[in-house]
């Protein structure tokens, strides 16, 4: 049978049902694109994913985990440099910490192109928040397509990398979660394999590269000439579309995207109602040699785009400005800005502003069986949880947590309580430096991943220590980027004692978190010194141990069990450690879901009555 790696670089052209991120990897191996960076993050991780099932040997282009999305985007942009065709792709929020560089790229001139992969994550499905980062490729000046399905991602990733190279320019391609995720039987072109060379030809004479001063506004001026270019070379290509309706002569609709197929969902419940659709392709820049016949020919026109107006208010203006009569229709509430356009959110905007062109009405949901919240949870065996369990004893109730970004966010939720603020990626101990000040009374605690202590970690903690500020700073460090799929990072090769030592960090305490009582005192020690107290608390994610270790011959799984005769039933397990694998009984007793447990005994230390045994 053949591996999934082999067929995403076989010559041949295939039919497959695949992901739109694997879509992506595709593409990149038809348009020789040759650097290829990222730091993980939902929904994108999957790209890595279908990357890393090719063989090093025979993988067509080079591929890294930068330590964050900044330096992923330099890599790339470096590589591109060189004149090889690049790609970087990271989550909705990444963007904000690749901001710095992001936004010259449509000042620079890039002669191998550049391609720039964005999750955007309507509906904050794996976000702290659902932004549209259409208002900064805006502000950048940047092309962007949007593509509805897998099989569009295939497609458009390869006109972005085409457009990237006519203009020497780079091209966002703007994915969402669900069209990541969504799969389609996408047809794969044939294609010839080239040499895996890569490109060192960097001449500053490409330039100019220092865009200071009045080098940047005419940089900037040009920037304008090739968004007018690529509006060309996006009519040429014909990446807006036109559906014609049919039944409703006066009503158009524009849409991009996810929610263009929302759309077509809900009106193919619904013979009554079939409006003109214009199917934007490209978001930025907005067509208007095609978009202005569409509002002449149409009495009301909808703009039907997730969150943010942008569209909505670009095209208002330019009707506007050209004297067009259309009424045109968009946002009507605060509810139209938020989450994704699903057909159900589609057909209630629709709904509401034609009540009468629908032959059906919004059905009630059924009631049904209530289905019981499952709320997110650290695994059975986690580290974290074993780290919290003891960190906890270390603290007073005033005592202030501070959450960051990981596995460990979780530890906010009952029955931990761990983390009452959380920002971004390697805010915490800036926030809790902030917390600290005239805070006499409270001590202050904060969290950090160890993937995100490079990522983001490292200038909090300088500043910490620059500035003298009195907290502890808990690094609970499982040896991977576990939550977006168990990456890599930095940490594998450069010891974080080590970087702590490198800076100046006086006080670094380490442990195994499985070794609570040990992990207790230390933090103790830790919060009654002056100043910036670290304790490393380790141990490796027991997801990813655990799989490793069934593979491994003889392997046999245990688990823990409950000894009635010793149990009193006082649910430590349950109520204070909290471990998934424990049942709660309807008469009160307590069991161990053996498909669960992993039979890692950390919980051994957390029953009072040594009732969890082997």
């Known amino acids: 049978m053949t591996q999934p790696g082999e067929r995403l670089i076989q010559p041949g052209a295939y039919n497959e049902m695949v992901m739109g991120n694997t879509a992506v990897v595709r593409a990149m191996v038809e348009t020789q694109t040759r650097v290829v960076s990222s730091y993980p993050g939902s929904p994108t991780p999957e790209i890595a994913a279908a990357i890393r099932t090719i063989s090093e040997e025979k993988r067509p282009f ?44 449509g000042l620079m001139n890039i002669p191998g192109g550049l391609v720039v992969v964005i999750g955007d994550d309507p ?21 962007v397509f949007e593509p509805a399905s897998p099989r569009e991602v295939y497609g458009y990733y390869k006109k972005a990398a085409q457009l990237a190279r006519i203009e020497q320019t780079a091209a966002v391609l703007r994915l969402t979660t669900h069209v990541c995720h969504a799969r389609q039987k996408v047809s794969f072109d044939a294609y010839e394999p080239g040499e895996n060379i890569f490109n060192a030809d960097f001449d500053k004479a490409n330039g100019p590269y220092i865009p200071i001063t009045n080098l940047a506004i005419d940089l900037k001026r040009k920037s304008f000439h090739k968004l007018t270019r690529a509006a060309e070379f996006i009519r040429q290509e014909g990446l807006n579309t036109l559906d014609q309706g049919g039944s409703e002569e006066n009503i158009g609709i524009i849409v991009p995207g996810m929610p263009y197929l929302s759309l077509k969902d809900v009106l193919a419940l619904d013979d009554g109602f079939s409006p003109d659709i214009l199917k934007l392709g490209v978001v930025h820049p907005l067509d208007f040699e095609v978009i202005k016949p569409f509002l002449q020919s149409h009495d009301t026109v909808l703009i039907l785009e997730e969150l943010d107006d942008i569209i909505e208010q670009q095209i208002k203006a330019f009707a506007q400005d050209e004297g067009i009569s259309a009424k045109i229709l968009g946002k009507t509430c605060d509810e139209d800005f938020i989450g994704e356009y699903t057909p159900d959110k589609v057909h209630d905007i629709l709904f509401r502003i034609w009540p009468d062109r629908f032959v059906t009405a919004p059905v009630d949901v059924i009631p049904g069986i209530e289905v019981p919240a499952r709320p997110a949870q650290m695994c059975p065996g986690c580290g974290h949880r074993s780290a919290f369990q003891a960190i906890k004893k270390a603290l007073a109730k005033t005592d202030i947590t501070v959450a960051d970004i990981g596995c460990h966010t979780l530890g906010f939720l009952p029955p931990y309580e761990m983390g009452e603020v959380l920002m971004c990626m390697g805010a915490s101990s800036g926030m809790a430096s902030g917390l600290s000040l ?27 220590l620059f500035n003298r500020h009195n907290i502890t700073l808990i690094i609970m460090e499982n040896g991977t980027t576990a939550m977006t799929g168990h990456q890599d990072h930095a940490g594998g090769t450069i010891p974080v004692k080590e970087v702590l030592k490198g800076l100046g960090v006086e006080h670094v305490f380490s442990c195994d978190t499985y070794q609570q009582e040990v992990l207790t005192r230390q933090v103790t020690e830790a919060m009654n010194i002056d100043g910036l107290s670290v304790v490393i608390a380790s141990h490796p994610c027991m997801l990813k141990f655990t799989r490793a270790q069934s593979k491994k011959p003889g392997y046999t799984r245990r688990h823990v069990n409950i000894d009635a005769a010793v149990c009193t039933r006082v649910h430590e397990c349950v109520a204070v ?18 498909d669960l447990c992993i039979g890692d005994g950390s919980c051994r230390q957390v029953c009072p009555e040594q009732a969890i045994q082997y």
């Open 62 to 105: 080079y591929f890294e985990f930068s330590v964050n999305e900044k330096v992923a985007s330099e890599v790339a942009f470096g590589a591109a440099l060189n004149g090889n065709l690049s790609c970087v792709f990271f989550k909705s929020v990444g963007l904000n910490v690749a901001m710095d560089t992001f936004v010259q790229f």
């Open 123 to 143: 509906g904050a499905n794996s976000s702290q928040n659902e932004q549209d980062n259409r208002h900064i490729f805006k502000m950048a000046r940047l092309t």
């Open 438 to 464: 005239g805070n006499k009374d409270r001590r202050v605690v904060a969290f950090l991943g160890d993937s995100t202590f490079f990522h983001a970690g490292i200038p909090g903690i300088i500043n910490t």
């Open 577 to 594: 450690f909290g471990c998934p694998s424990f049942v709660l009984n309807d008469d009160g007793s307590v069991a161990v879901n053996k």
